[in-house]
């Protein structure tokens, strides 16, 4: 049985716990908000990118020569999964959900006969995947103590990817990362990155009559470079929704912990109160019986 | 035709500029070239250069490396990988811009690669004293 000051011990060493937690939280949070602003900040270029690229991809009617970036290379045997985690841990199942639902695409290609490649891009995905699927990890990029991420980050990942692509190692490639919703809620994604998504061009029909545009080089090699520069900027949009919600995933997390450590304290507390009520009780009695007694 | 029209220079990052403009003049890949209010659609891709921003009697400077620029009758759209504005370049940054440039001209593995780092050079070279 735990003696009065084993446990007095105890409750200190929660107490402290609590601190971090709620100290970690705090920073997560402010962390949070300047993630969000900037993945906020990045929402127009992407927007007008997708909008342009949209009306252009709509006019490519012959698909036979179209870019490859737009229509694949026509194969469909090795795929490349990019895998986006954070740096760091504590932020509760924000990282393993990413990599397991990598981890699930992954399984599923390979049971279906595909070679699967894998990239990842942050530290505790790699460390999460390596297990079962290292031997299949091809390329690994690391941000450690990289504090603000900026485009030349995204630019770095996808000159990588469009390497690899242009040599052939791959035919497929696809982005795994959490998509912010809220603070308490991030989803794992995955999002084709070549051949390239389009989005549907939303009321064409209204602006299509209205903006017949003329393009300069010519519309094949402005298509051609806005396809690259998609890579890099979808590649940044998900890095920057994977700062967002690593932030809110580890906000609530140890929202968490604090309150189960508050918890922990409170019953702590109670039990030691007790025992300390008991050992005077006991004192008591001794006392008592022995004056009796003579 | 007279008359201002909507100009947004947007970078991955953020939105940089975003104003009503008499003119503006834009290095596009294949000549430099005004819009005006009413100006006809066109989508032209960037090589590296200089934007003359003319808005209410004030002018303004950007070096754009590569992007491209989307014109509409009453607007016009930059996509910039990155922009500076020609008054806040200084020296030094300048000189490390100049050195990242020919470090891509001398790794540059195409025509079209070697050609936009070339004209981003030749632009730095002739911002440098003007800055300095």
Known sequence: MASLKDMRNRIASVKATRKITKAMQMVAAAKLRRAQEAAQAARPYAERMDGVLA?????????NSAPVLLVGNGRDQVHLLIVMTAERGLCGGFNSN???????????????GKTVKIMTVGRKGADNLRRDLGKNIVERKDFQGIKQLNFSHAEGIANTVLGMFEAGDFDVATLYFSEFKS????KPTALQLIPAKIPESKGDAVKGAAAVHEYEPSEEQVLGDLLTRNISTQVFRGLLENAASEQGARM???DNATRNAGDMINKLTIKYNRLRQANITKELIEIISGAEAL | MAGTFKFELVSPERVLMSVDADQ???????????????HAPFITTLRPGVLDVTSGGSKRRVLVKSGFAE?????LTILAQSAFDVDELTPSVIASELKTAEADLASAKDDAARSAADALISELRRLGPKAA
Do not use: W
């Open chain 1, 183 to 186: 603070v308490i809620a991030q």
């Open chain 1, 55 to 63: 009306n252009l991809a709509s006019k490519v009617a012959d698909k």
């Open chain 1, 98 to 112: 990413i990599a397991k639902l990598a981890r699930i695409e992954a399984n599923k290609l390979v049971a279906a």
């Open chain 1, 252 to 254: 609530s997390a140890m």
């Open chain 2, 24 to 38: 503006v003049v834009v290095p596009g890949a294949d000549g430099d070239f005004a819009v005006l209010a009413g």
């Open chain 2, 71 to 75: 014109v509409d009758p009453t607007r």
